[in-house]
C-alpha cells in the first residue's frame, strides 16, 4: 500500500510538473494521454489486492466457451468412432441368409415311421398307363423321366404310409438345368399322393414322373431331386 501512495505522489509530482504552478494545463497529445491512461491503469491493477492478476478474470463467460469448445473437439473423435461403431453393428445386422437345403436321404426327407424309401433307376416315356383304365400323355414335344422307388415296411408289424396328407412337393433337375415340379396325379403308385397299408416286411414299387422337353431327356448325364415338404426343402441323395 505504501508503494501504492508513493507511486500515486510520483504520478501527482509529474501531472503538477506539466501544468506548472499557477500556469495553464500543458495540452497534452492523444498518444502521450495514452501512455499516462495505461500505465495508471496498470498500476493500479497491480497492486489492487482484491483483483486477480492478469485480464483472466475479465472475461470468464468467453473463457468457460473456449473451454466447451476445447472439449468438444476432444469428444469429436470419440462421437464419430461411437457412430463408426453404431453403422458397423448396423451392417453386421443384416438378414441371416437363407439356410443351404440339406442333404438327406429320400427315407429322412419323407420320414414315415418304419417306412423305407430307395431309390432305384429312372426310364423315360411319352405315355405310362396303369391297368386298363388310366394313363398319362405327355404334351407334345415332351417326355416323362420316371423315378423308380422302393417302398418297404421295415418293421416287424403292419404301418401306415400315408404321403397324401403330408403334400410332398419334388422338383429334378436334369444335368444341372432348373429343376422340373413333379407330375401330381392319382396313381396307386405315385409317392407325391401314395396312401397305403405295408404288411411288415413288405416292399411296395412307387414312382415319381416329371415332365421334360424330350432334347432334354435324350442325354441325361446327371439328376439332382429336392423335396419341399412342412416348410423345410431337403436335397435328396440319389
Known sequence: MKKFIKRGTAL?????????CGDEMATLT???????????????????SYQQ??????????????FDSEETEEKEPENQEESKENKESEGSQEKPAEEEAKTVTLTEALAIPGIEFAYQDYSTSDSYRQGDYFSLDALEGSTYVILNVNVTNT?????ECDLLSRQPVFHLKINGESGVKNVISMLE???STYISTL??????????????PKELAENISSLELSLEM?????????
Request: net charge negative; glycine share 10%.
Open 12 to 20: 501527482l509530482a509529474a501531472a503538477l510538473i506539466l501544468t506548472g
Open 30 to 48: 492523444e498518444s502521450e494521454e495514452e501512455v499516462i491512461v495505461n500505465y495508471s491503469a496498470g498500476t493500479l491493477a497491480k497492486h489492487n
Open 53 to 66: 492478476e492478469g485480464m483472466s478474470s475479465v472475461y470468464p463467460k468467453e473463457e468457460e466457451e473456449s
Open 155 to 159: 418293421g416287424a408289424e403292419a404301418a
Open 189 to 191: 403308385n405315385d409317392l
Open 199 to 212: 404288411e411288415a416286411g413288405q416292399t411296395a414299387a412307387g414312382i415319381l414322373m416329371f415332365e421334360v
Open 230 to 238: 412342412n416348410g423345410n426343402t431337403s436335397e435328396i441323395k440319389l
